[in-house]
């Protein structure tokens, strides 16, 4: 039987047992025994955060990555009595990543799992649409919140084949919090490494290679490798399941006389 209350992932740490959790950096692993378990552990974390920042802030910037593999979650988010006061209406939701060109578009998953069965009020969903300046109304509605708060809440990021995630590796103070590039728009390194709470999930088949891949993921002027995901002033959270976790090396042999 599931918890009737949610509580923050950090307070059931799990080593599995004869397994070794991945090396993952910039913030702690939490390992869950399967797909269902750990997307409990994501949605709890998030509905607790969401909650926070509507009472300091008044509101809550969400960015989520849109892909199949998390479209079980986003549905859980609206239907698990556990999660039936996630404050939609007051709730600003934003997509990490789009193609223009893409049918469908990246969007229509959070159309169809969140937007059209939630009550989050229409002009809070945002998305890249041709001839709008997406940084522009990031900016815009993020610069009524006090300086040094202008910034996103959440964002929820995929782990992905060779070690990379969704965003685009722009960083630094001089990069765009946006970018736009061959019919896609991305949010960059920059913006999300100012989100102050960086979710990041093994999510569907082969994650065990993909999880193994992010320490040693190569640098790419395209793609955004996970491991130079590190929040300034914010906390990052990696979330994988036992069957990315390694066999823990058994106790030395005993020497015989």
């Known amino acids: 039987m599931r918890d009737t209350e949610p509580r923050d992932s950090r307070e059931s740490p799990r080593d599995p ?10 913030g702690p692993v939490i390992v869950r025994p399967d797909a269902d ?22 509101d809550f910037q969400l960015a989520l990555a849109a892909w199949p593999d998390a479209e079980p979650l986003f549905l859980r988010l609206l239907y698990d009595p556990r999660f039936r006061e996630l404050p939609w209406r007051r709730t600003h939701l934003w997509i990490v990543e789009e193609r223009l060109d893409a049918i469908p578009a990246n ?29 522009e109304t990031l900016k815009s ?35 765009p919090l946006v970018a736009s590039s061959g019919g896609a728009v991305r949010m960059t390194g920059r913006l999300l490494n100012a989100t102050r ?13 993909a999880v193994r891949d992010v320490p040693g993921a190569v640098r790419s002027d395209e ?29 030395p042999p005993i020497p015989l006389e």
């Open 107 to 135: 969007f229509e998953l959070l159309q169809e799992a969140i937007v059209a069965q939630s009550d989050i009020p229409e002009e809070q969903v945002h998305r890249p649409v041709p001839g709008e300046d997406y940084e």
């Open 37 to 58: 378990q750990l997307m409990d552990a994501i949605a709890t974390d998030l509905f607790l955060h969401a909650n926070a920042c509507v009472r300091e802030f008044g």
């Open 223 to 251: 793609r955004l490798a996970a491991r130079v995901l590190r929040p300034i002033g914010g906390e990052l959270r990696w979330y994988v399941d036992e069957l990315v976790c390694e066999p823990s090396p058994g106790p």
């Open 141 to 175: 509605v993020l610069g009524w919140r006090e300086k040094g708060q202008d910034r996103l809440d959440y964002a929820l990021l995929p782990v992905l084949a060779g070690g990379f995630t969704h965003g685009s590796p722009q960083a630094g103070d001089g990069a």
């Open 17 to 26: 047992a004869g397994r070794r959790k991945p090396a993952l950096p910039n």
């Open 197 to 209: 709470f960086l979710a990041v999930a093994a999510l569907g088949p082969g994650m065990d290679a």
